[in-house]
């Protein structure tokens, strides 16, 4: 058996609607809590805001004036109305991120049918923002710099068509990737004592384990941020035009 079998998502109660597998996974649990986590913290904060912040209300404020003024500072047009957005795509990734690490959790945003799924949603979140801003042709338009040729203009436009399909398809690998290689990394490093079926090579893969942990909640802060901002990013791009 290959050791990266041990990153496939175990299911937990198979089911299946009309030919489409919708079995309930470990990874699909690990959403839920991410969900439920990200709800339950910011619904208590924002009912029990004090003038003296607890510990909670302290992280939440931290997390949202980051966003505001790292990420959605990108966006001139309607930052406060696209904060909510950047916070929850920020909080949904992050927090998965994190529980992938607890044992007997799957890592969900280790799963490319996870990082797809939302690089999809990011790329329909964009065009819906592009075309309510400038209209159908008009956005069109904006994607090729006014006052190129003819010529070249006609040259870029499918260029520049493309590039948004590959904007969701960047989004999805890296974040899969990242999260994906960490987990492979950890489990190569315990599979050395079966390898060499000696106890005596232990402390290796546990020093080494021990430092690709931390590292590993490094990326998943990163990767959180690093996708919140190319989404605000993209955004930005089409509701302003530039």
Do not use: C
């Not at 590292?215 to 990163?222: G, L, Y």
């Amino acid at each position: 058996m290959s050791v990266l079998e041990h990153l496939e998502q175990q299911t937990i109660m198979p089911l299946e609607v009309g030919g489409v597998d919708l079995s309930i996974t470990n990874g699909v649990i690990t959403i839920w809590l991410s969900v439920l986590l990200v709800f339950t913290v910011f619904l208590t904060v924002s009912r029990r805001l004090q003038l003296v912040p607890g510990k909670a209300q302290s992280l939440a404020e931290v997390v949202i004036l980051f966003l505001r003024d790292e990420v959605a500072g990108q966006l001139h047009h309607g930052r406060e109305r696209w904060l909510p957005f950047i916070i929850a795509v920020f909080s949904f990734i992050l927090v998965n991120n994190l529980l992938g690490l607890v044992p007997g959790l799957a890592s969900a945003t280790g799963n490319i049918n996870v990082t797809a799924a939302l690089a999809v949603t990011v790329f329909v979140v964009v065009q819906a923002a592009g075309v309510a801003r400038h209209g159908v042709l008009g956005y069109i338009g904006s994607l090729v710099p006014p006052g190129l040729p003819l010529p070249i203009a006609v040259f870029m436009l499918p260029i520049e068509i493309v590039s948004q399909f590959a904007k969701p398809f960047s989004l999805a690998v890296r974040l899969f990737a990242n999260i994906f290689a960490g987990h492979a990394v950890m489990l190569m490093l315990l599979s050395l004592i079966f390898f060499f079926k000696s106890y005596l090579i232990l402390p290796l893969p546990v020093l080494g384990n021990t430092a690709v942990l931390v590292f590993e909640v490094f990326v998943a802060f990163i990767q959180a941020y690093i996708f919140t901002y190319l989404t605000t990013l993209y955004i930005a791009t089409a509701v302003e035009g530039h």
